[in-house]
C-alpha cells in the first residue's frame, strides 16, 4: 500500500477490518452454515472473475445473499475477488479492496433480505429479493465512491453522483436470476438445477456483450473513414456527421428501424468517402473546375463503394456511396439511373446530402436559411429528389427542428426553430449546393 496516500491506506484496511468482522458469526457458528453451499457459490464466483466477460459474479452473490446468513454470505465473494482477473497495479491492494467490497455489500444485502422474514415462494420473495438487489449495488457504490475520495482527492459529488445511477442497473437486472437459483436451491430439484438457472443467463450476456463490443468496433471504423475524409476536404468539416443525422431524420419518418436505420445512418456518415480517392488539389481549389477535374471528382462515388466493398457490414451503405449523386430524371451519376432504379438508401441520403450543404456555411457559399433550403428541395422534387424522402425531412424538422453544429460542437439553444417568415429565393437550384466548381 506505499503507493497509496494515507487516507486511502486507512479506509481500504477500514473496509477489510468491517468484512472479517462481519464473517466472525460465520465461523463462531461454523456448525449452522451450509458450508458446501458456500464453497459452490464461491467456486462460481471466481470461474466468473477467472473468465474474461463472465457475467456471473452478481447473481451468484445475490443468491448467496438469499441462501445464506450474512456471515457466510460475505465469504462467497472473498475468493473470487482474490483471485480474479486486475489490469492495474498495485494488485494485490485492489484485489483485497474488491474481497472486502464486495464481502460487505453481500453480508448487508443478506441481513435485509432476512428483514423480510421467511419467504419461500413467490410472490412473497419478490419484495425482500428486491431490497437485497438495492442494497448490494447501494453498498458496493457507497464503497466506490468513498475509495475515489481517499485515494484520488475527488469531490464526494463527483466520487457518487455520476457512478449511483448506472450502479443500480446490474444487480436490478441480475436479481430475479439470483432469486429463481435460490428457489429452485430449495425445491425438489436441488442445487443442480438451480445452477443451471445461470447458464442461459451466462450465454445471453456473453451474446449481448459481443453485440455491443460488434457495434463499438463498427462505429470506430465509421468515424476514422469520416475523420479521414474531413482532414482531406476542409470544405465539408463535420458534412458527413450531419448527413448521418439528417438521413436518420428521413428514414425514421419513412418507417425505417432497427438494423435498417443503422444502415442509413453508416450511408449517410459515408457518403463521401470516396473523396479519399480524389487528388487533395481538386477538393481544395478555390477558383471553378474545369471540365476534366469535374469528371475527376465525381468518380467519388465509385472509388468510395470500392473501398467499403470488403466491410460487411456496410453491405447496404454501398449502395447510397455509389448512387447518392443519382437524379431521378436521369441526370445524375455516375451511371444515370433514373427514378426507382435508384437504391431508396440512395435517395434518402441525396436528400440529407442537399439539404445539409444548402444550410451550412463554406468558405464559397453562406448557409441559407433551413426553409429556404427545403422550399428547394421541394421545387427539385421529382426531377432531382424523391418527393417522399423530401416530404419526409420537411415532417421531421416541423416536429424537431435541426443543429447545424456536429454532435462534437455545441449547438446553440439545440435546434434552429423553422420559422416559415423567411423569403425564398428561387433562382437557384438545388443543384447549386457543391463546390464552385464540382460536386459536393
Known amino acids: 500500500m506505499g503507493a497509496l496516500p494515507a487516507a486511502a491506506r486507512v479506509y481500504i484496511a477500514g473496509a477489510v477490518l468491517a468484512a472479517a468482522l462481519c464473517a466472525v458469526p460465520a465461523v463462531r457458528d461454523a456448525s449452522a452454515v451450509p458450508w458446501g453451499a458456500v464453497a459452490l457459490l464461491a467456486g462460481l464466483c471466481v470461474v466468473s472473475e477467472r473468465l474474461p466477460r463472465c457475467p456471473l459474479t452478481v447473481p451468484v452473490l445475490l443468491a448467496g445473499a438469499f441462501l445464506l446468513p450474512p456471515g457466510a454470505a460475505g465469504l462467497v465473494a472473498v475468493p473470487g475477488a482474490l483471485l480474479g482477473r486486475v489490469g492495474r497495479r498495485p494488485v494485490w491492494v485492489r484485489r483485497l479492496w474488491h474481497a472486502a467490497q464486495f464481502s460487505l455489500a453481500a453480508s448487508a444485502a443478506s441481513f435485509v433480505h432476512g428483514l423480510g422474514g421467511p419467504a419461500s415462494a413467490l410472490p412473497y420473495a419478490l419484495l425482500p429479493a428486491l431490497a437485497a438487489a438495492l442494497t448490494l449495488a447501494l453498498v458496493v457504490t ?12 475527488r469531490s464526494p459529488r463527483a466520487a457518487w453522483g ?150 460487411g457490414f456496410l453491405d447496404e451503405a454501398r449502395d447510397a456511396i455509389l448512387h447518392h449523386h443519382e437524379r431521378l430524371d436521369g441526370g445524375g451519376y455516375p451511371y444515370g439511373l433514373m427514378g426507382h432504379q435508384i437504391p431508396e438508401v440512395a435517395r434518402v441520403v ?33 426531377s432531382h429528389f424523391d418527393p417522399r424522402m423530401v416530404a419526409a425531412l420537411s415532417r421531421a424538422l416541423d416536429r424537431h427542428g435541426w443543429c447545424p453544429a456536429s454532435p462534437r460542437e455545441r449547438c446553440p439553444e439545440d435546434v434552429i426553430p423553422l420559422s416559415r417568415n423567411v423569403p425564398v429565393d428561387h433562382r437557384s437550384p438545388a443543384a447549386g449546393y457543391a463546390h464552385p466548381g464540382g460536386p459536393s
Do not use: N
Not at 440529407?352 to 427545403?374: C, E, G, I, N, Q
Open 142 to 153: 457507497a464503497l466506490d465512491g468513498g475509495v475515489l475520495v481517499a485515494a484520488e482527492g
Open 162 to 311: 455520476a457512478s449511483l445511477p448506472g450502479a443500480l442497473v446490474p444487480p436490478l437486472l441480475h436479481g430475479p436470476t439470483g432469486l429463481m437459483t435460490a428457489l429452485l436451491w430449495h425445491s425438489a430439484y436441488g442445487p443442480v438445477a438451480a445452477l443451471l438457472v445461470l447458464l442461459p443467463m451466462s450465454v445471453s450476456s456473453w451474446v449481448l456483450d459481443r453485440c455491443r463490443r460488434e457495434r463499438a468496433a463498427h462505429q470506430a471504423t465509421v468515424r476514422a473513414l469520416v475523420q479521414a475524409v474531413d482532414l482531406k476536404d476542409r470544405y465539408t468539416r463535420g458534412h458527413s456527421e450531419r448527413v448521418g443525422r439528417a438521413s436518420v431524420l428521413i428514414a425514421r419518418e419513412l418507417g425505417i428501424a432497427g438494423d435498417r436505420l443503422e444502415a442509413v445512418r453508416f450511408a449517410g456518415t459515408l457518403h463521401d468517402v470516396g473523396k479519399l480517392g480524389v487528388p487533395t488539389r481538386l477538393l481544395r481549389k478555390d477558383g471553378p473546375l474545369t471540365a476534366e477535374e469535374r469528371r475527376v471528382i465525381e468518380l467519388h462515388p465509385e472509388y468510395g463503394h470500392e473501398m467499403v466493398r470488403g466491410i
Open 350 to 382: 441525396a436528400v440529407a446530402d442537399a439539404f445539409d450543404a444548402m444550410t451550412s456555411t463554406r468558405s464559397y457559399s453562406r448557409a441559407r436559411p433551413v426553409p429556404v433550403a427545403l422550399a428547394e428541395l421541394h421545387r427539385c422534387s421529382g
